[in-house]
């Protein structure tokens, strides 16, 4: 039997993990701050809410995928927010990648009252939404987890409790630090293949399939290969993650310098006004300091 879930963010990433809850057979309650970008779940029969006050009102679990630390405190925390507006015994998943300290201050001022929370930060692009084979790296009790596991299942293929609250955006820094660095390697060996006169799809054929092999190669390498830099994720957004991950290093006295150089770079692509194309297109920064 189908659930009463609620959702809010149907962006990139969210509109597709919704509307695979969706077609299960779960009932849905959408908000985004643009309507018309939950247009499409609300063809399939979603309803339609006036904000996340209403959402918290009509769901059980309330899943949240928005931007930046400030919309997950707003959205969930604020006056006309979810917890404020949900009942003892309901759920509250948040699958932005955020702040740990802001994941464990939600948990905590939920469970005052008597809600429960989970963060569930997900890895996988837009690639991952759409064939629901996302990484979910969820923080918070097993009890909470075992209750929301199976509509994770609907959404991803590589789901883990990594521990208490917060410890899933802990998972989620981790993750955005190797693929900070990796990055730096596709574009420098896409651009030193084309600069030899390469074939890039011919180039990531043979290295994607050796020790080089890694998902940035054989995805968002390909996305170059063809000119293509429209966001699977956001520049802007991944910033914004690597300004976390800088953050929570700092309050633990760790250098992190591969990452600090890699976020010099994001930084110089949001410069030159690349910060609504996907992460790809750091190659079009490297491109324009060599010359095409």
């Known amino acids: 039997m189908g659930r009463r879930i609620g959702w809010i963010g149907t962006g990139v990433m969210g509109g597709s993990m919704c509307m695979h809850l969706l077609k299960a057979g779960n009932e849905a309650f959408v908000y985004n701050r643009t309507k018309s970008k939950a247009g499409h779940l609300i063809a399939e029969g979603a309803v339609w809410c006036d904000s996340p006050a209403e959402v918290a009102k009509n769901a059980d679990i309330i899943f949240t995928i928005v931007g930046y630390p400030s919309d997950v405190e707003q959205t969930i925390l604020g006056e006309d927010g979810v917890l404020a507006n949900a009942k003892s015994g309901k759920i509250i998943v948040d699958m932005t990648t955020s702040e740990p300290a802001l994941a464990e201050r939600i948990s905590s001022e939920a469970s005052a009252k008597g809600v429960m929370a989970l963060d569930a930060p997900v890895s996988g692009g837009d690639l991952g939404a759409r064939n629901a084979t996302l990484a979910i790296m969820v923080g918070g009790e097993q009890s909470v987890f075992d209750e929301v596991k199976d509509l994770f299942e ?33 574009v420098e060996s896409l651009l030193y293949s084309y600069k030899a006169g390469m074939d890039l799809n011919e180039v990531i054929d043979v290295i994607g399939s050796g020790a080089a092999g890694s998902w940035s190669i054989n995805n968002l390498g390909r996305r170059i290969a063809d000119g293509d830099f429209n966001p699977g994720f956001f520049i802007k957004h991944f910033v914004k993650d690597m300004g976390i991950a800088l953050d929570e290093a700092k309050r633990m006295k760790l250098s992190l310098p591969g990452l600090a150089l890699v976020n010099q770079f994001y930084i110089a692509a949001m410069a030159l006004g690349y910060e609504e194309l996907g992460t790809q297109a750091l190659y079009k920064v490297l491109e324009s300091m060599n010359g095409k």
């Not at 609907?154 to 820094?173: D, E, F, V």
């Open 154 to 186: 609907i959404m991803g293929s590589n789901i883990r409790l990594m521990g208490k609250s917060g410890a899933g955006q802990h998972t989620k820094m981790c993750n955005q630090i190797l693929i900070a660095g990796t990055m730096i390697g596709v």
